[in-house]
């Protein structure tokens, strides 16, 4: 079994995180600037199995898709493009971030670190695998 890359993308950096090869706990792997994204998912799908990629999914509270969705379509298009094997699956991400900053005041990160944006966006992106693993 392979494991399953989510991502929380982002017009600037796009944070990741993995499952362990039996998909039982997703974990931070790190924050890439999104102009980089695709050369980083190439070079981490040649060193490791990946089965499939779970993009985070930017909605409204009316469920209706956010205006941020727009900047990840085209991206969606170039992923799909670029890993044709590998599907890619769908994530609400609503609350992420502020669930992202909570879980760092709760785990008793200082307030210098909890400005660093990259670590948010790694979290986030953990949050996003952690509800699609808890939907499957």
């Given at each position: 079994m392979g494991r399953i890359v989510a991502l929380d993308f982002g017009k600037v950096r796009?944070?990741?995180?993995?499952?362990?090869?039996f998909r039982l706990i997703a974990s931070g792997l790190t924050t890439v600037k999104t102009v980089d994204l695709i050369v980083f998912l190439?070079?981490?799908?040649?060193e490791?199995?990946?089965?499939?990629?779970?993009?985070?999914e930017p909605k409204q509270m009316?469920?209706?898709?956010?205006?941020a969705e727009d900047l990840i379509k085209p991206?969606?298009?170039h992923l799909s493009?670029?890993?044709?094997?590998?599907?890619i699956e769908r994530q609400d991400?609503?609350?992420?971030?502020k669930m992202a900053f909570q879980s760092m005041i709760d785990g008793g990160i200082?307030?210098?670190?909890?400005?660093n944006k990259a670590l948010v966006d790694e979290i986030s992106a953990t949050l996003i695998l952690q509800a699609y693993l808890n939907r499957k």
């Open positions: 796009t944070g990741i995180a993995v499952t362990d090869e190439k070079k981490y799908v040649s490791e199995n990946v089965d499939k990629f779970v993009v985070g009316d469920y209706t898709p956010s205006l991206f969606l298009k493009r670029t890993f044709k094997e590998i599907p991400e609503r609350f992420t971030s200082k307030k210098k670190q909890r400005k």
